[in-house]
């Protein structure tokens, strides 16, 4: 069997691509590693996606979307893809580890990991204390004081979402400037159990078996500190998913994110891109999905031009 699209990623930029190839006729595949979502499913709450004002989680949003791309008949399973062979053919070779697949193109929706501060310690408390999910590890901080890294929109989200349930939440901001909203800094700014820090860096992390204390710098004055906390989420940004795409030729930027132009072509002929693996200057969930419909159209085009 030859798939007429394959797309490599179940998060909303991967499900919204298979609705609109399951829609436009096309034979389609989703193959995703893990469980689809992405990084969606680690969302306490989504507020800002159009239609769905009874704020969902990021788990029932996620299960909507595969339910509507599986109606459309797109097919999924879970397996992870090892290699592209032929990426530049008319007919690619998707490998996995258990099957290969064969397609007329490929959508790379395999989205960005969090990056990592480098500070010491840093590895060391990783699951004991320090977190890059506030969603999934949060609730192990109840009625404890946590610490949220980074100045945009998850920052302030964590923040709030910790606020919920631990004691105190200090936000630590390397600038006097965020890249938060600004709707969320003034929610964060009300609500009297989250503390802003700016000018502050992280020296590195201290404990016994777990997280106790976080140690900090002050960047304008030199001057050294350290607040105690349970738990620190950290929410500085993600790094590219895109090694797959790159060993098989397709061109990305100086960070690493897969170029495409505004159809989500990539530099090969029949494959495409979206979400937050590509270039683009806004990272949500609605813009994911608007990729995807791009990416699966242009994908669509492409088969029946053939």
Do not use: W
């Not at 469980?35 to 299960?63: H, I, M, R, W």
């Not at 999924?76 to 053919?89: C, H, L, W």
């Not at 090969?268 to 806004?282: E, K, Q, S, Y």
């Amino acid at each position: 069997m030859i798939y007429d699209i394959i797309i490599i990623g179940g998060g909303p930029a991967g499900m919204s691509a298979a609705i609109y190839a399951g829609r436009g006729g096309m034979k389609t595949l989703l193959l995703e590693k893990l469980a689809c979502g992405g990084q969606t499913v680690k969302t306490y709450e989504v507020d800002n996606y159009p239609g769905f004002g009874d704020n969902p989680s990021g788990a029932e949003l996620a299960k909507r979307i595969e339910e509507h791309a599986r109606k459309f008949g797109a097919e999924f399973r879970t397996e992870n893809v090892k290699e592209i062979r032929n990426a530049s053919g008319p007919i690619k070779t998707v490998v996995t580890r258990r099957n290969e697949y064969q397609t007329r193109t490929i959508i790379f929706a395999l989205g960005a990991s969090p990056k990592k501060l480098g500070a010491k310690g840093e590895d060391t408390f990783a699951g004991a204390g320090v977190s890059y999910c506030a969603t999934c590890d949060g609730a192990f901080f109840k009625d404890r004081d946590a610490v949220v890294v980074g100045g945009g929109n998850t920052a302030f989200e964590d923040a709030l979402y910790l606020a919920r349930f631990c004691e105190n939440v200090y936000i630590l901001n390397r600038s006097k400037r965020f890249r938060a909203a600004a709707s969320l800094v003034e929610k964060v700014k009300k609500n009297t159990k989250i503390t802003i820090y700016t000018d502050i860096v992280v020296d590195y992390f201290d404990g016994n078996q777990t997280l106790e204390r976080v140690y900090v710098k002050n960047t304008a004055t030199n001057a050294r500190g350290f607040i105690n906390a349970a738990g620190a989420v950290i929410a500085i940004g993600v790094t590219p998913d895109s090694a797959l795409a790159k060993s098989c030729g397709v061109e990305t930027c100086e960070l690493g994110f897969i170029k495409t132009d505004i159809y989500m072509k990539t530099n090969l002929p029949g494959i495409f891109a979206a979400g937050d693996v590509r270039t683009t200057p806004l990272r949500q969930i609605v813009t994911a999905a608007a990729d995807g419909a791009v990416a699966a159209t242009s994908a669509v085009n492409y088969v029946n031009m053939k």
